[in-house]
Nanobody, 120 residues
Framework: QVHLVESGGGLVQPGGSLRLSCAAS????????MAWDRQAPGKQRELVGT???????TYGNSVKGRFTISRDNAKNTMYLQMNSLKPEDTAVYFC??????????????WGQGTQVTVSS
């Protein structure tokens, strides 16, 4: 189990960009599935997207085409590049690490979250 720390959040204007980082305390080479989730005030936590150990990504419909997830195994870090940000992207963003069992995502580690606010 690794310890995860997010960074890179902040305030950005609509249409702007941010890149979030998720640094792991140990090697992520063998972590099969890493992901970003987000939670807006008063709403349920929402999956932003996932990335597998071979670099395959999936995205939620609300961010598809605007957000990109990547991982650098040499740096034990996962990234979330967010472009064309909208006010509805405002949320606390969490990274996590785990695996998929029988089609269900099983999370072993969560980060503490980083706030992203999109506002003019």
């Amino acid at each position: 189990q690794v310890h995860l720390v997010e960074s890179g959040g902040g305030l950005v204007q609509p249409g702007g960009s941010l890149r979030l980082s998720c640094a792991a305390s140990g090697s992520i080479v063998n972590i099969t599935t890493m992901a970003w989730d987000r939670q807006a005030p008063g709403k349920q936590r929402e999956l932003v997207g996932t990335i597998t150990s071979d670099g395959t990504t999936t995205y939620g419909n609300s961010v598809k085409g605007r957000f990109t997830i990547s991982r650098d195994n040499a740096k034990n870090t996962m990234y979330l590049q967010m472009n064309s940000l909208k006010p509805e992207d405002t949320a606390v963003y969490f990274c996590n690490a785990g695996k998929v069992i029988a089609g269900f995502r099983v999370v072993d580690s969560w980060g503490q979250g980083t706030q992203v606010t999109v506002s003019s």
